[in-house]
């Protein structure tokens, strides 16, 4: 199953227009709102550490193994364009066929959000190390200008939307289902003494992660088709509801 890693700016000196907000703060807000969405729909990661820098997150993700890196910021216009410049900006290696696909991904479904989607546009990058000098396919998402008083309305407005439109974006890139976020709940395995297989995507020709023992109480992050999203043994996949009796 996917595992990413997911970086929100840790620009904490870099201010909203009003109630001290800043892009640290609510990049960190859009974060927390996507983690129930992938975790429903069976995407597994790692946060960056907010009081390391951008170097920090870079050395923090090469050191692990992820399949993609997804960076979250918001914009600000140089001074002579301050509050004027609006729009979503989606960056990626130039010389990565995957980072362009799922950047192009994301802006596609980010424009259908968004309220000038002509002003969203997936852009290749020489210069953004969080893109660059990773070793999972990475993107970064400047979603919006925080200096213009209208897209930073409609960040703040929409952050619940926003999230799970990135996830949606990562759910299309991987080709898996996008689950709607629900509390968890819990089940138990109930196969007659077989073990249960858990497997990479809601169908029976999915590919078997591993297997459950029967009576295994899992904790289930989401539904799809007959298939509820799990985790065991610290591996995420699906398995069949048909085995599982909710407690």
Do not use: C
């Amino acid at each position: 199953m996917p595992r990413i890693f997911l970086s929100p700016s840790t620009q904490e000196w870099n201010p909203y227009l009003t109630d001290g907000q800043t892009e640290e703060s609510v990049m960190n807000r859009l974060a927390n709102l996507m983690e129930p969405y992938l975790r429903a729909s069976g995407i597994s990661f790692v946060r960056n550490d907010p009081a390391r820098n951008v170097a920090g997150a870079i050395a923090d993700s090469n050191a692990g193994k992820f399949d993609v890196h997804l960076a979250l910021h918001s914009n600000a216009a140089p001074q002579q364009f301050a509050g004027i410049l609006r729009g979503i900006d989606v960056y990626y290696a130039p010389s990565s066929r995957d980072s362009e696909l799922l950047a192009t991904i994301l802006a596609n479904n980010l424009q259908r959000i968004y309220p000038l989607p002509n002003q969203v546009t997936a852009r290749p990058t020489e210069s953004l190390g969080e893109v660059l000098r990773t070793k999972a396919v990475a993107v970064l998402a400047e979603i919006g200008y925080h200096d213009n008083a209208e897209d930073e309305k409609w960040i703040r407005g929409n952050l619940d939307r926003i999230a799970q439109t990135l996830v949606l974006s990562l759910t299309d890139y991987f080709g898996i289902p996008f689950v709607t976020s629900a509390e968890p709940f819990y089940g138990i395995t109930e196969t007659g003494g077989a073990r249960l297989n858990l497997r990479d995507y809601p169908a029976l020709n999915g590919k078997i992660l591993t297997q459950i023992p029967d009576g295994t109480q899992l904790i289930l992050f989401g539904e799809t088709d007959g298939w509820f999203v799990t985790e065991y043994n610290g591996i995420t996949g699906y398995v069949s509801e048909e085995y599982i009796r909710l407690s």
